[in-house]
């Protein structure tokens, strides 16, 4: 008898890995998101306390936290190599756990996006699919570390301002809400490329395309800056133009600052680039609730 068949195989998942599969950390993002939405229609706020809440438990624990199911059992074989110790490479959610889990999420998703109304369960319809988009065979985005990122941006900046947006409006939001959401995400894409500095050996060795495999981690870095600084730029200019100079102000300080950090971050970009996601992702969240808050008076 070897030694491998006396270990009692798990047939069940830990409740803990369960939690960790999900990822809590990742929810912030489109949770500050989708308050941004909320923020920027300018509408009292408890008047529609129960969609608030319940929006932004399906951006964040719902849909991100399904969006990190599907994935990691989409990357499964590459978390082997890169994060062996993760719930369902090490074993810990055995066998097609993490599948079902996943589409058990899915569906929950769509459930609570129907509680929103039709503007709410659409961008929770869209949410869901872009998830499963983004790691799943055949179409797997995330080969490709230009459409990857930026669906994955899109994601978890732009839907979800844009829905708390539709939600507290019981519409369509505003032009200028719907461009500022869209830049926020666009700008998002430099983000998720600094986040895959730390898959770079399991990415280029699983045929994953992102931008440090294919442009190598200096010229990744310099490319991801640039793209999370233009579209701030361009919403400085906006609000601008919209009559909101302190509003634009304020968001130039903190641009400023994200420059500073930046250029920190670009002397040795692999070692730097979960520092910045740790400290110039605060200032980039940090000037999309100014810029929500400028909303206000436009939307």
Not at 62 to 73: K, L, P, R, T, Y
Request: glycine share 10%.
């Amino acid at each position: 008898m070897t030694a491998t068949a006396t270990i009692p195989q798990r047939t069940l998942p830990e409740p803990a890995a369960m939690l960790r599969l999900i990822k809590p950390i990742t929810w912030f993002p489109p949770m500050w998101a989708y308050l941004c939405g909320v923020v920027s229609m300018g509408a009292p706020i408890l008047d529609q306390l129960l969609f608030v809440i319940l929006g932004v438990l399906l951006a964040g624990p719902i849909v991100c936290g399904m969006s990190q199911a599907a994935n990691d059992w989409c990357d499964r074989h590459v978390d082997a190599i890169n994060e062996p110790d993760r719930p369902i490479p090490s074993g810990r959610i055995p066998g097609r756990w993490g599948l079902w889990i996943a589409l058990a999420m899915s569906v929950l998703s769509l459930v609570v996006g129907y509680q929103l109304g039709p503007w709410g369960f659409g961008a929770t319809i869209v949410g869901v699919l872009a998830a499963w988009a983004y790691s799943a065979e055949p179409i797997r985005m995330k080969r490709s570390g230009w459409w990857g990122p930026g669906l994955v941006g899109l994601s978890y900046e732009s839907l979800p301002w844009f829905t708390g947006a539709a939600v507290m409006a019981s519409g369509a939001p505003s032009w200028q809400t719907v461009v500022i959401a869209l830049l926020y995400g666009i700008g998002a894409h430099g983000i998720m490329t600094l986040n895959d500095f730390k898959a770079l050996e399991g990415d280029r060795q699983m045929g994953v395309n992102s931008l440090p495999v294919t442009l190598g981690p200096e010229k990744a870095a310099k490319v991801a800056c640039w793209i999370m600084a233009v579209p701030q730029v361009i919403v400085v200019g906006l609000l601008f133009s919209w009559g909101k100079p302190l509003h634009a102000a304020a968001i130039t300080a903190v641009l400023i600052a994200q420059a500073l950090a930046m250029r920190v971050m670009l002397r040795d970009p692999k070692a730097k680039a979960p520092w910045y996601n740790g400290t110039g992702v605060v200032l980039y969240i940090t000037g999309m609730m100014i810029t929500a808050f400028a909303l206000r008076g436009i939307s």
